[in-house]
């Protein structure tokens, strides 16, 4: 079984979506660069998107299949406004159905169909900048905590079929994600570390060092402070698998909030 093919896809990407207030706030660069995706960066309209959140975590991996997307308002102490929007794009149940057959036979036993669940933050907020009359279907696709970057990398190898069928496959998170350590008061000047880490990341996409991005926490400078939790990186991970093995990396967007918060967002291109 195939999901009905659209125009094939030889690229895919990780984006950086950093706060919620992206959805409202001009100030974030990060905010113009996503509204100038269809211009700018990838006008090839999919039959598809695939995206994986770090706003989802299930012991195994799941995928939702809805009718319409319901909007998930997954954030706390945002202004009134951003529990207003709405992204009511169709779902993907087809699509669903597919990734689960290929991560299947990609040897994982267990992967579940989510009936009821909308799209998280990391999903909606970015889509509805890129895609915002919310007319392309989508499926999300859940990390799992439990696992390492290697898996994540294999599992977005098992998804790379969905390319030729016409499906976008976007991972959504951020280039750094410490939480803990913004700075309010940063006033454009970047911490040291996180500076070093995210030069680091793009270094090793650039010259296709997979293999040293699957092992980030002992290769990469200030990995563990840069992302204490994986959550916002395995992302990443699933969307180089899927471009391919010899797939290079190209940055597309980078900006910083907060002294900490990365923006990276990055191209991925299939060689062949």
Partial sequence: MSYNSGA??????????????????????????????????????????LIISGHWETHEPTVNAVDRCDTIYDFYGFPAPMYKLKYPAPGAPELAKR?????????????????????????????????PQADIPVCQLSIQMNKDATYHYNMGQALAPLKEEGVLII???????????????????????????????????????????????QKAPHAKKAHPMPDHFYPLHVALGAAGEHAKGELVHRSWGLGTLSYASYKFTSPN
Avoid at 26 to 33: E, K
Avoid at 110 to 122: A, F, N, P, Q, S
């Fill in 8 to 49: 094939k896809i030889m690229e895919t990407f990780y984006i950086s979506h950093g706060s919620p207030m992206l959805a409202i706030d001009d100030s974030i660069p990060a905010r113009h660069f996503l509204k100038s995706w269809r211009e700018k960066i990838y006008d090839q309209k999919p039959k598809a998107i």
């Fill in 99 to 131: 990734v689960q057959e290929l991560l299947k036979e990609s040897g994982l036993k267990r992967v579940h169909i989510d009936k009821k669940r909308g799209l998280d933050h990391g999903a909606w907020v970015p889509l509805m900048l890129m895609y």
């Fill in 171 to 217: 991972g959504s998170g951020s280039a750094t994600h410490n939480l803990r350590i913004l700075n309010r008061d940063a006033s454009g000047e970047v911490a040291p570390w996180a500076g070093e880490f995210d030069k680091w990341l793009e270094e090793a996409l650039i010259s296709g060092r997979h293999e040293d991005v699957n092992m980030y926490l």
